[in-house]
C-alpha cells in the first residue's frame, strides 16, 4: 500500500439520527488523491446491514414531523443551506479536487450546481402545486396534491459527488420524505460536506442520514429494505439493473440514471473551430468521466480531415496534471480500476479492422504523473458505427470519430447504440439543427455545443438503456419521482352520488 504523504488526513463518521457515529463493524475505506495516491484524503466507514438498519430506522422515526413540517418552512432550510454552500464553495471544490480529480473549475462548477438546485428546489416550497379541476357531478370537488413516498435511498456516483446527491436529496426533501444516503466510496468527503451543511442549515436530526460505504454492504441493502419505499440511483447500466430488480422485487419506486454513449454530429456547414473546441470540453472535460462525455463525433466526410486536424491540435494543448494547479486542463481518472478499464478498451480500438489510434492511447506515469491515474487524451479515427468503442460506454477520455455523408446518416449512425442520454449538432443550418433536433432518440438534446452541461431547471436523464424513464433536474419531473398524487373528493351534496352512474 502506498504510504501517506499528508498528516493532515481525518476519520470521518456515518450521520445517523443527528449524530456522527462509528459504523458498527468498525472498518475504514481509505479515500486517496487520485492525482497522487501518497496522499490520503481520509478514513471513511464501510458500513454494513448494521449501519443501514440504523440509519432506516432514525428515517422511519423522523418521518412524521419532517411530512407535517409546512413545505414553506422546509424550504427555509433549504435556502439556509443555499447559503452554506456558497459560503463554503472554495473549500468544497478543494475537497472535491482531492478526492475526485477533476480541476479546480470543474469542481467549483459542481458545487455550483449543488446550490443551484438547493435554491432552485427552495422556491418550491411555496409551489408544490397539486390542482383542482370539475367533478363529474354537481355540489362536489375534485382535486389532487402531491404527498411524500416516505422513506427514500439515495444511490450516488463518484463523478459529481456533490451536485447529483443534490439533484436527489433536494426534491426528496421538498416533497417532505425521509432519507439514507450512500456515496460512492472514492468520493465520500463531497457528501459528507453537504450532509454536514445540511445539519447546520437545521435539517433536524434522523430526516437525512448518510451510510458510506460498498456498493455491496451498504448500497444493496438500501434497495431491499423493507421501509424504504423509494430507490433513486445513478452508476453503471450493470449496477442499475441490479438496483432495479432488488426494487422491483421488494415492489419499491425506482429511479434510474445510467449511462451513455453520447454523440456530437458535425455537419459541413459547420464552425469547424468551434465544433472542435466543443468536442475537446465534452470528450476530455472530468477526463471524459461524465455520463454526457461526448464519446462519438459523427463528422460530415466534407470536413472531416480540417475537423480531425483541429481537434487534435487543441486536445495535443491540453495540460494534464493535479487538478488543484491551475496550470492543469485535465485531471487524473477516478482508480486503478478505471485505468485498466479504459487502457483495454484502447487496446480494443487497436485491434478493430479499420480504426487508427491517432492521439494518445497511453498511461502517463513519469515525472508529476508518476503517483497518479493519468491517461493521455486519445483520439480514434475512421471509427465505424458498429465497433465496441463506439458502441460501449468507456468512461475516460477516449473519443471516437466516424466518418459520414449526409445528415440521414449521420442521425442513424448517432441512434445506433443502446444508450440514449445527450446528443448534439453543429450546423450553421436551421433545417438541418430541427431535423436532428426531432430525430434524435436522446433525452438531451445541443445544437453548436457539446452534449455536456446541463442546467437544474431542465429535465435530466435519457431513453433507452440510459434510464427507466424518469427525468432528475427540473421541478416537475423530480417531483414527479419523489412525490405521489392524492386524489381528493369532497361530496357537499348531503345525499349518496355515484360517480358513472349518476350523471
Ligand atoms: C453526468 O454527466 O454524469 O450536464 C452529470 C452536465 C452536468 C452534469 C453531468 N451538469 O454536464
Excluded at 435530466?460 to 398524487?485: P, Q, V, Y
Aim: charged letters at 20%.
Amino acid at each position: 500500500m502506498a504510504k501517506s504523504k499528508s498528516t493532515k488526513s481525518e476519520t470521518y463518521k456515518n450521520y445517523i439520527n443527528g449524530r456522527w457515529v462509528k459504523p458498527a463493524a468498525g472498518q475504514m475505506i481509505e479515500n486517496r488523491n487520485p492525482a497522487d495516491t501518497r496522499e490520503l484524503v481520509g478514513l471513511f466507514p464501510a458500513s454494513t446491514d448494521e449501519d443501514v438498519e440504523a440509519a432506516v430506522a432514525a428515517a422511519r422515526e423522523a418521518f412524521p414531523k419532517w411530512k407535517a413540517t409546512p413545505a414553506p418552512k422546509r424550504a427555509e432550510m433549504l435556502f439556509e443551506l443555499g447559503r452554506i454552500l456558497t459560503a463554503r464553495k472554495d473549500q468544497f471544490a478543494k475537497d472535491m479536487t482531492r478526492e475526485m480529480g477533476k480541476v479546480l473549475k470543474e469542481t467549483g462548477g459542481d458545487v455550483q450546481e449543488a446550490i443551484d438546485m438547493t435554491f432552485y428546489t427552495a422556491g418550491e416550497g411555496r409551489r408544490l402545486h397539486g390542482y383542482t379541476t370539475p367533478s363529474e357531478l354537481q355540489n362536489k370537488m375534485a382535486m389532487c396534491v402531491r404527498q411524500p413516498v416516505g422513506l427514500c435511498s439515495l444511490i450516488t456516483p463518484w463523478n459529481f459527488p456533490m451536485a447529483i446527491p443534490s439533484w436527489k436529496m433536494m426534491p426528496a426533501l421538498i416533497c417532505g420524505n425521509t432519507l439514507v444516503i450512500k456515496p460512492a466510496e472514492d468520493t465520500p468527503l463531497s457528501t459528507v460536506n453537504l450532509v454536514k451543511a445540511a445539519e447546520e442549515a437545521g435539517i433536524p436530526a434522523g430526516v437525512i442520514n448518510i451510510v458510506m460505504g460498498t456498493g455491496d454492504s451498504a448500497g444493496a441493502p438500501l434497495t431491499t429494505h423493507r421501509d424504504i419505499r423509494l430507490v433513486s440511483f445513478t452508476g453503471s447500466t450493470e449496477t442499475g439493473r441490479i438496483v432495479s430488480t432488488n426494487a422491483a422485487q421488494h415492489g419499491k419506486i425506482c429511479s434510474l440514471e445510467m449511462g451513455g454513449k453520447n454523440v456530437i454530429m458535425v455537419m459541413d456547414d459547420a464552425d469547424i473551430e468551434l465544433a472542435a473546441e466543443g468536442t475537446v470540453w465534452g470528450a476530455f472535460g472530468t477526463s471524459g468521466q461524465r455520463c454526457t462525455a461526448s464519446s462519438r463525433v459523427v463528422v460530415h466526410k466534407k470536413v472531416y480531415k480540417k475537423f480531425v486536424e483541429k481537434l487534435t491540435e487543441k486536445a495535443k494543448a491540453l495540460r494534464i496534471g493535479n487538478g488543484l494547479s491551475k496550470n492543469v486542463d485535465m485531471g487524473p481518472v477516478i482508480n486503478q480500476a478505471a485505468v485498466n478499464k479504459i487502457l483495454s478498451y484502447i487496446e480494443i480500438g487497436k485491434n478493430e479492422d479499420g480504426a487508427t489510434l491517432h492521439l494518445g492511447g497511453n498511461r502517463l506515469e513519469k515525472g508529476d504523473h508518476k503517483h497518479g491515474y493519468f491517461i493521455e487524451p486519445t483520439i480514434f479515427t475512421d471509427v465505424a458505427p458498429q465497433m465496441r468503442i463506439a458502441q460501449e460506454e468507456i468512461f475516460g477520455p477516449v473519443v471516437s470519430i466516424i466518418p459520414c455523408r449526409n445528415l440521414d446518416e449521420a442521425i442513424e449512425i448517432s441512434n445506433g447504440v443502446k444508450y440514449g442520454l445527450s446528443s448534439s449538432i453543429y450546423t450553421q443550418d436551421v433545417n438541418q439543427a430541427f431535423t436532428a433536433m426531432e430525430r434524435m432518440y436522446t433525452g438531451i438534446f445541443y445544437v453548436n455545443s457539446a452534449t455536456i452541461g446541463a442546467e437544474v431547471h431542465l429535465p435530466f436523464g435519457g431513453t433507452k438503456a440510459t434510464g427507466n424513464g424518469h427525468r432528475e433536474g427540473a421541478m416537475a419531473s423530480s417531483l414527479d419521482i419523489f412525490s405521489e398524487w392524492k386524489a381528493i373528493y369532497v361530496d357537499y351534496s348531503g345525499r349518496l352520488q355515484k360517480a358513472q352512474i349518476d350523471n
